[in-house]
């Protein structure tokens, strides 16, 4: 089972990288193309780093579940992948609003922030 | 004495309305362990995230006066914020004004305007309330001012986003043994496991909440946090420990909503980490503000016997 969940959360990231124009890699990183694409996703978007965690514990328990078949460690690898689901959809939604996350960039990023601070 | 012994106390606006039970249990929780707050004279907002979207530098110069009061009117070194997102922001503020020019010279032409000594990076040091108790009294010493227990009790840790990310601004972070993993935080786990719960295995405890969007995208919000809820229900947990007042009200309220609008009940409670710390301190519920909480936390005390 714990294939087609990696896959499930690798196509979530591919859909991130694809609306921003760009090819999903088919790297590696440390073993997973998982991580590869939670990077890509991320250049330029240091909020995307939001869901950096949750790739890396789908990746921890890609590998548990490879040790040993366990029901609950399952369940929660299936829980970390309908999170990340979640929110890319969520972040795929405000682009357009623009980035309202904790590492955000500015709404008017273009008209330069030593213009807009007028004191 | 510890240089956490006495701290200049940011609590943020947050802590003021919806997370006014985590000012008075962080209060309640550092008299219980001698630790002595004392406010920031005149603080104002950290800029929190509407004023970074619209211009970061502004954000940094409102996170600089509150460190500037602090270390040049009142003489600390030490600022403590127990809001996440203010944490963040004063680390962020820091970090700009000790690498980029051009956040130094906005800060100090405003400090001017606004007639007040402009700060230097450096003059204090920025802590969460996680880091005030951890560093200031320890597992060890906790232990030893127990009152009571929460023996029984199953508890998800719940950092958020905001206290670990990004990496760069949190330098103290991943250094090895004794100090926070941005990876894996454990601070709350450490403190709550010596006031003797049992923490789950929980491998949500950094992801994201929807907070930040919960007015601009409310069900995508709800759906986040049922995740949430319900992964720490399936580990087994009984309450969800909190140290984000951002984070606390969205789950607390995403939980209701999520029972209304989706039809999904969730029954695991959620209390911030002093207010459990609080009881296991022997300090009332009500001085920690239990009952001003959404979840019921009262009953689940009372049914574990833990207050």
């Known amino acids: 089972m714990r294939q087609p969940l990696l896959e499930r959360a690798e196509a979530a990231l591919e859909s991130w990288v694809e609306a921003r124009g760009q090819v999903p890699t088919r790297e590696t990183v440390e073993g997973f193309r998982l991580l590869a694409l939670h990077r890509q996703g991320a250049r330029g978007v ?5 869901c950096r965690e949750t790739c890396r514990e789908i990746a921890y328990h890609y590998n548990l579940l490879g040790e040993r078949q366990d029901e609950r460690q399952e369940l ?3 829980m970390l992948v309908q999170h990340l689901e979640l929110f890319v959809r969520g972040k795929l939604e405000i682009e357009g609003l623009g980035e309202f996350c904790c590492a955000s960039r500015p709404l008017r990023q273009k008209s330069g922030s ?3 601070t007028d004191a | 004495m510890s240089k956490y012994e006495k701290v200049a106390y940011y609590p943020g606006c947050a802590l003021e309305g919806t997370a006014h039970a985590y000012n008075e249990s962080t209060k309640a929780v550092g008299k219980a362990l001698g630790l002595e707050l004392d406010e920031v004279e005149d603080w104002n907002c950290c800029g929190a995230m509407e004023v970074k979207n619209v211009d970061p530098k502004v954000q940094t110069y409102l996170s600089s006066r509150v460190m500037s009061i602090a270390a040049n009117e009142m003489q600390h070194k030490v600022v403590m914020a127990p809001c996440n997102g203010c944490y963040h922001n004063l680390k962020k503020a820091e970090y700009d004004l000790a690498h980029d020019a051009s956040s130094r010279e906005v800060v100090e032409r405003i400090s001017k305007k606004a007639g007040h000594q402009t700060y230097q990076a450096g003059q204090v040091e920025t802590i969460h309330a996680l880091d005030w108790i951890k560093d200031g009294i320890g ?12 023996k029984g009790l199953k508890v998800a840790n719940y950092y958020g986003c905001m206290y670990t990310r990004p990496r760069h601004i949190f330098p103290e972070k991943d250094q090895g043994p004794g100090s926070e993993s941005t990876l894996q935080p454990h601070f709350m786990d450490d403190l709550l496991a010596a006031a003797g719960a049992e923490n789950v295995d929980f491998p949500l405890k950094t992801a994201c909440c929807g907070g930040a969007h919960t007015l601009s995208d409310s069900d995508t919000s709800t759906r986040l946090v049922l995740n949430i809820l319900q992964a720490a229900e399936a580990a087994g947990a009984d309450v969800i420990a909190t140290e984000c007042p951002t984070c606390h009200s969205g789950l607390e309220m995403h939980q209701v909503r999520a029972e209304k609008v989706l039809g999904e009940k969730t029954k695991v409670k959620m209390l911030y980490f002093t207010q459990l710390l609080g009881v296991a301190l022997g300090v009332s519920p009500r001085k920690l503000g239990v009952h001003e909480n ?9 049914e574990k016997q833990i207050a």
């Open chain 2, 139 to 150: 597992e060890d010493e906790l232990k030893r001012r127990l009152k009571g227990s929460l």
């Open chain 1, 46 to 50: 240091p909020s995307f780093n939001a």
């Open chain 2, 294 to 302: 959404v979840s019921d936390g009262i009953s689940l005390l009372k």
């Open chain 1, 76 to 78: 929660m690898m299936r």
């Open chain 1, 114 to 116: 030593e213009e807009k």
